[in-house]
């Protein structure tokens, strides 16, 4: 399976990304399982997340371009309030 893709960026970088028109989510900590039907790239503007799929062990914070690959089912433990925003079928190289 394909692995989650993390890539530190500045809000800077990520607003030349056009990430004023992608959906807003928020999260205060929880933990819950979530899997993904389509491929999901995300900007983190602030939190503390561990997401643990099958595979593999990844630490989110702050200031991340995150890549979710489509058919993952992972655990989300939200240790700090997220806040993100995200849109599908952005590939993160």
């Known amino acids: 399976m394909a692995r989650i893709k993390i890539k530190n960026m500045s809000l800077d970088e990520a607003?030349?990304?056009?990430?004023?028109?992608?959906?807003?989510?928020?999260?205060?900590?929880?933990t819950f399982d979530w899997e993904y039907d389509e491929q999901e790239t995300a900007y983190v503007f602030e939190?503390?997340?561990?997401v643990t799929s099958e595979d593999e062990e990844a630490?989110?914070?702050?200031?991340?371009l995150v890549s979710f690959p489509k058919g993952m089912k992972c655990t989300w433990k939200v240790q700090k309030r997220i806040k993100k925003v995200y849109t599908f079928d952005y590939k993160v190289e």
């Open 59 to 64: 630490h989110i914070t702050g200031n991340m």
């Open 47 to 50: 939190g503390d997340v561990i």
């Open 15 to 30: 607003k030349k990304l056009g990430i004023d028109s992608w959906s807003k989510w928020e999260c205060e900590p929880d």
